[in-house]
T-cell receptor, first 115, second 113 residues
């Protein structure tokens, strides 16, 4: 158990809908990262938050947004869903914002299926 | 354009033998590399890392080698055990003000008893 929790584990929805994925980081971790893993793809970085502020953006679509709350949990909002958004979404957390030896701990992921 | 590449989608090895997983990168600015291991229905877990100031880092049965001139790293597992069967991801640390990792597509290792 990494200490990072993600809910829900599975989500099935229809095209055009909006969903929210939730992540609680490890106790004491201030940084939260969101990654997307599509079929046969590596993990693609979406966005990073540090202590409530957006820190870095990766390949995140405009239809997607995220935020980190004062209690440090984070939510990833996906809207106007398309079939291609079906993927595993992982949240990871670390203590600091950009220290290379600061291990990122991953949650178990949320599997999103868009029908 | 993939900056971290794992060209072998799968690898099968006999128990007790050596497993060698390879990874190439294109960005010469990368200076810290990691390997993560992933079992089905779980998130990736950190395995081992290496800084570009080293060419080797060892942790028990796991050794990572870095060849900066070739922009190549490899993970050696000796001896391989059935419990090592998993998907292994190579990753590079983005650096600068960003803490994210850039991952390869992964190599699925199967260790047969």
């Amino acid at each position: 158990d990494s200490g990072v929790t993600q809910t829900p584990k599975h989500l099935i929805t229809a095209t055009g809908q909006r969903v929210t994925l939730r992540c609680s980081p490890r106790s004491g971790d201030l940084s939260v990262y969101w990654y997307q893993q599509s079929l046969d793809q590596g993990l693609q970085f979406l966005i990073q938050y540090y202590n409530g502020e957006e820190r870095a953006k990766g390949n995140i679509l405009e239809r997607f947004s995220a935020q980190q709350f004062p209690d440090l949990h984070s939510e990833l909002n996906l809207s106007s869903l398309e079939l291609g958004d079906s993927a595993l979404y992982f949240c990871a957390s670390s203590v600091e914002a950009s220290r290379r030896d600061d291990t990122q701990y991953f949650g178990p992921g949320t599997r999103l299926t868009v029908l | 354009d993939q900056q971290v590449k794992q060209n072998s989608p799968s690898l099968s090895v006999q128990e007790g033998r050596i497993s060698i997983l390879n990874c190439d990168y294109t960005n010469s600015m990368f200076d810290y590399f990691l390997w993560y291991k992933k079992y089905p229905a779980e998130g990736p877990t950190f395995l081992i890392s290496i800084s570009s100031i080293k060419d080797k880092n060892e942790d028990g049965r796991f050794t990572v080698f870095l060849n900066k001139s070739a922009k190549h790293l490899s993970l050696h597992i000796v001896p391989s055990q059935p419990g090592d069967s998993a998907v292994y991801f190579c990753a590079a640390f983005q650096g600068g003000s960003q803490g994210n990792l850039i991952f390869g597509k992964g190599t699925k290792l199967s260790v047969k008893p």
